[in-house]
């Protein structure tokens, strides 16, 4: 009885020192191997499929097919003696609903994502992101205040990816015998995991990483050879931090952080918005940064991606203020702009008085001219049309979605957020298309005129803000309106959504309300409106998103007209711009579609355009980067 109890731990032996061996081969370290693992006890609680998931093998009695199949691969099968065997038939069987038996060598890099430890003396699967397990393993870990409600169990979450797909192939390939020294397999988690390791505080930028991730997924497993680019990309060219100081009109000294990161410009010189504002920070610079870099290859135009500004707050600050702010900015900047360099356009906080004064220091540091610097009603701006185009656009985008179901803006109730110079705008061309606006809002509430609003009160508006007085005014002159306080209008019934505010503006629950009150397609005015669990629940509701990587590509188009040498040295009329703009929002549409077609996605699908203008833009900027190698 001794001698082949003493074999079975040899063989046993060997087997670990195999699985070790193979695991080294991988650069991985493999804990509890050959270790029947409890993992999760208990019916189910975390993911009612656990228990039929095919990625965690059953217990050790009903697997021996899988046993028998995998001592076979490694050559070390081998068989108990017959009093053992009877021996064994008269013990009773410890069942387990979840076991894992052990670490094989074709599951190494899959699990990879994921790690074995003792907890309150129980072994559990723990995330390698998050560092938890079960219900403590959320979405995104360093996410925004609405992913505490969105949580979900490890293993659901590796169901929901990739991995899990390449687990069940790598498993299938196992049991033809395919032996794989080297198997492919799908980083997109670990792409991930080290941008969360390299700047676990950047929320904004790791929140648009997933974003893009999520939707590139297809795209790596069909070539693996994108996961270095997605890697490269990642990692902005060039992050400018730098100190702004200045003097007030009581001539006293404050002091600012300015930024500017240029992204990539793979496809051309950089291009991007300067953003004023307190919340301003490196993370938005770069999250910003990465969008405008998607959004400009989606174009029909090819530019490189920038995003920069400062936490300086222009609101309530005299002109004098806002100038001396500026040209202590562009003291620092001045040598980073030009034609060939980087493009500064406007963006949240900087408007016609604030590129004025930026363009004016740099010209004066820089000696020379060029209308690189874009501001309405200045005469060395490119278009007549500057300000128009990014809301303008926003409009075209949802007239060519509607007009693929048949339908049309006419009649249809519009939500808008915001009031600045992109809500304005889009309020303008919805009334132009018969469409009825009944929204806008700023940082304080919402207004609501169920009667809708035509161009006089959109002129109106306008004079408001102009003069820095709060929307509540507005209902002082029209009875039928009303201003609400610290309150979003997606409870408002309506067919279309127009998010033009800031990032993140849509939550979990206001997710629910948007689609509680009817509304069918959400168009991204601002880059990232939604936070990740706001998208679960709109996809789920199948509310059609038009992303602003493509929908808010019409700021791009006037850009790339203005840099023209011809469109300077000519007065554009509205019916011409809007002609050129329209055609270009086309093109865009269709880029878009036709990437989501060739991946997989319906037309139909709400995440068709989501996926498609990402799919599309990063194969172009790849592209590049490739044909330029690695620098």
């Not at 129980?122 to 397990?133: D, G, L, N």
């Not at 929901?160 to 196992?174: F, G, I, T, V």
């Not at 300086?312 to 620092?332: A, H, I, L, T, W």
């Not at 040295?569 to 880029?591: I, N, V």
Request: net charge neutral; aromatic share 8%; glycine share 8%.
């Amino acid at each position: 009885m001794l001698l082949p109890a003493t074999g079975v731990g040899m063989n046993s032996a060997m087997d670990d020192m195999n699985l070790i061996q193979q695991a080294q081969r991988h650069h991985l370290v493999v804990r509890e191997i050959g270790e029947e693992i409890d993992l999760e006890i208990g019916p189910g609680d975390d993911d009612p499929s656990f228990g039929n998931a095919t990625l965690i093998g059953a217990s050790p009695r009903e697997s021996s097919a899988e046993e028998h199949g995998e001592s076979k691969q490694m050559g070390m099968g081998t068989q108990l003696p017959n009093d053992d065997q009877d021996m064994s038939k008269t013990q009773p069987v410890k069942r387990k609903k979840k076991v894992v038996k052990r670490w094989r060598e074709e599951w190494a890099d899959t699990y990879k994502w994921a790690y074995v430890d003792v907890k309150d003396g129980t072994a559990r699967i723990f995330c390698s992101v998050c560092r938890e397990y079960g219900r403590k393993h959320r979405r995104n870990p360093y996410g925004n205040e609405g992913s505490r409600n969105m949580q979900m169990s490890a293993l659901e979450e590796h169901n929901n990816s990739l991995l899990h797909k390449e687990a069940l192939r790598l498993q299938m390939a196992s049991k033809d015998k395919i032996i794989v020294d080297k198997p492919i397999y799908v980083k997109a988690g670990s792409i991930v995991e080290a941008v969360l390791k390299r700047d676990p505080h950047e929320v904004e930028f790791i929140q648009s990483v997933q974003e893009a991730v999520h939707a590139l997924e297809r795209v790596i497993a069909k070539n693996s050879h994108y996961v270095n680019i997605m890697e490269r990309l990642l990692e902005p060219e060039r992050m400018i931090v730098f100190r702004v100081p200045w003097v007030d009109d009581r001539g006293e000294t404050h002091v600012n952080r300015g930024f500017r990161v240029h992204y990539n410009q793979s496809l051309g010189p950089c291009r991007g918005g300067i953003r004023f504002h307190p919340s301003m920070n490196l993370s938005i610079a770069k999250f910003l940064g990465f969008e405008q870099t998607l959004k400009n290859a989606l174009s029909p135009y090819k530019l490189g991606g920038a995003a920069g500004g400062s936490d300086f707050d222009p609101k309530g600050k005299s002109d004098n203020e806002v100038m001396r702010f500026c040209q202590s900015y562009m003291n620092e900047m001045y040598r980073y702009f030009g034609p060939d360099k980087d493009l500064p356009s406007e963006e949240m906080g900087v408007g016609t008085r604030e590129m004025g004064y930026l363009f004016g220091q740099y010209r004066r540091l820089a000696g020379h001219f060029q209308g690189s610097f874009t501001g309405p009603r200045i005469f060395w701006s490119g278009s007549s049309l500057r300000t128009e185009a990014t809301g303008y656009g926003l409009v075209f985008f949802a007239q060519l979605v509607l007009a693929d179901m048949n339908k049309e803006l006419k009649g249809l109730r519009c939500v808008i957020t915001g009031s600045g110079k992109i809500a304005l705008h889009v309020l303008e061309k919805l009334i132009a298309y018969g469409a009825l606006p009944i929204t806008v809002s700023d940082s304080r509430g919402y207004l609501v005129d169920e009667d809708g609003f035509d161009y006089m009160k959109v002129s109106f508006l306008r004079d408001i803000k102009a003069q820095q007085r709060s929307l509540r005014d507005y209902s002082k002159t029209y009875a039928r309106s009303k201003y609400y306080d610290e309150a979003k209008p997606w409870n408002e019934r309506c067919d279309i959504a127009f998010a033009c505010a800031s990032q993140n503006e849509i939550g979990q629950s206001d997710a629910i309300n948007l689609v509680n009150s009817g509304c069918r397609m959400l168009v991204e005015g601002s880059s990232m409106p939604c936070t990740p669990e706001a998208v679960d629940v709109l996809r789920k509701a199948n509310v059609l998103i038009a992303p602003a990587m493509a929908a808010g590509a019409g700021g791009v188009v006037a850009g790339e007209l203005e840099l023209n040498h011809q469109c300077n040295l000519m007065h554009w009329s509205p019916e011409d711009f809007e002609s050129k703009l329209q055609e270009a929002m086309k093109q865009t549409y269709q880029r878009a579609i036709k990437a989501a077609s060739d991946f997989g996605y319906q037309k139909e699908s709400p995440e068709a355009l989501v996926h498609g203008a990402v799919i599309s833009a990063f194969l172009t900027v790849a592209q590049a980067m490739t044909d330029q190698g690695c620098v």
